[in-house]
Nanobody
Framework: QVKMVESGGGSVQAGGSLRLSCLAS????????MGWFRQASGKEREGVAT???????TYADSVQGRFTISKDNVKRTLYLQSPILKPEDTAMYYC???????????????????WGQGTQVTVSS
């Protein structure tokens, strides 16, 4: 079985940093995609960043150059970091795992099949 567990969310002042972690366990993730998604109140869930087993990354335009997705294969942990947060980053953040269907991972939530429970990130002005 496969399981994803997020941690690191909380309340942060605008301009502060973010570092979310997601522990992945089980089989079926080594050759697939892993990613971070977020859903703000009243809005649809959107892809933030994805990463392939070989390290290839994809970012949403809204976070390009500001967010970084990475992983530690030894610790089997996925990370999402940002040195400068904005109020519009406020959302429930989810980590997920899915299958690879192209040269890079899709940012569409429908391509991912295993999800964590989510962790809330609130950025105040």
């Amino acid at each position: 079985q496969v399981k994803m567990v997020e941690s690191g969310g909380g309340s942060v002042q605008a301009g502060g940093s973010l570092r979310l972690s997601c522990l992945a366990s089980g089989y079926g993730l080594s050759s697939g995609c892993m990613g971070w998604f977020r859903q703000a109140s009243g809005k649809e869930r959107e892809g933030v960043a994805t990463i392939l087993s070989d390290g290839t990354t994809t970012y949403a335009d809204s976070v390009q150059g500001r967010f970084t997705i990475s992983k530690d294969n030894v610790k089997r942990t996925l990370y999402l970091q940002s040195p400068i947060l904005k109020p519009e980053d406020t959302a429930m953040y989810y980590c997920a795992a899915g299958h690879r269907y192209g040269a890079s991972c899709s940012l569409l939530p429908s391509y991912f099949v295993v999800w964590g429970q989510g962790t809330q990130v609130t950025v105040s002005s």
